[in-house]
């Protein structure tokens, strides 16, 4: 299965935008790390943009750094929306709100509680009203969902964005699911060579025992990509940033890992 990457958005510590983040990517300046910048979330109309949680600002952040790096009309693209846990703040208050005497449970934060809440504010900001899927595969999420966006580009011969986007859960579920820093990340993929192509991706599924998920050299960015399922894509994206053919491997499930070739495209 062989598809294109046309756009990219980023956002982490240390990652803000595409372009400053192929740079550090590439080697050719320092992962600056610290805080993550606030995401804008500039696609969502002011009255949603106030409604919306964090978690769904993230993915709205990048899927419009995406878009506009892809040059694509966001209405014409499929979507699939990846995280390993969705909001798990909005979970949290939810608890505390039936746990309290009272049990008022907040309209808002029952609609903010489903998995596809980022893709109902994307159509809601975009217009967009092509097929969407939302999934969840714990550690393997981000593999999960290249991989479905991948097999729909191909199919369907039609373009598809993916998102995939966690935030550290609240105290009260961080011993169960410790996360260590938010990360969220957006590819644009098509089926076909155009002169918008970044890399191009070819897909294998392989036995995980053979050959181990990547890793990365810096420890810091390392810490990353092993405490965030949605920065797993950190390999993938080093290898588009260095602009050279390689071979990349990403977590998929257990006994399998999701083998790429990733070769640049003419500038």
Not at 18 to 39: D, I, K, N, Q
């Amino acid at each position: 299965m062989q598809v294109y990457v046309d756009g990219i958005g980023i956002l982490g510590p240390g990652f803000a935008g595409w372009p400053a983040s192929r740079a550090v990517l590439a080697g050719e300046a320092p992962w600056p790390g610290g805080e993550t910048e606030e995401p804008s979330a500039a696609i969502l109309p002011p009255n949603e943009r106030r409604r919306s949680s964090a978690l769904v600002r993230w993915a709205m952040h990048v899927a419009e750094e995406a878009i506009r790096h892809a040059d694509h009309d966001p209405r014409a693209l499929a979507t699939v929306f990846a995280s390993s846990g969705g909001e798990t703040g909005v979970l949290d208050q939810i608890c505390r709100s039936l746990a309290s005497p009272e049990r008022v449970l907040s309209p808002t934060l029952f609609h903010h509680s489903v998995h596809n809440a980022a893709a109902g504010y994307w159509g809601i900001a975009t217009g967009a009203q092509h097929s969407s899927t939302s999934l969840s595969c714990y550690d393997s999420s981000f593999g999960s969902g290249l991989l479905e966006a991948a097999a729909y580009a191909e199919v369907e011969q039609a373009p598809v964005l993916l998102v995939a986007y966690d935030l550290p859960p609240p105290p009260s579920l961080f011993p169960a699911r410790p996360l260590t820093a938010g990360f969220a990340v957006a590819l644009v993929l098509c089926d076909r060579p155009s002169r918008r192509n970044l890399a191009r991706l070819k897909f294998h599924l392989e036995d995980v025992l053979r050959d181990a998920p990547d890793t990365l050299a810096d420890p810091g960015i390392e810490a990353l990509r092993g405490g965030n399922p949605a920065a797993r894509a950190l390999p993938l994206l080093t290898a588009i940033a260095r602009r050279r053919s390689s071979g990349v491997r990403l977590d998929y499930f257990e006994e399998q890992c999701l083998s790429i070739e990733v070769s640049p495209c003419p500038p």
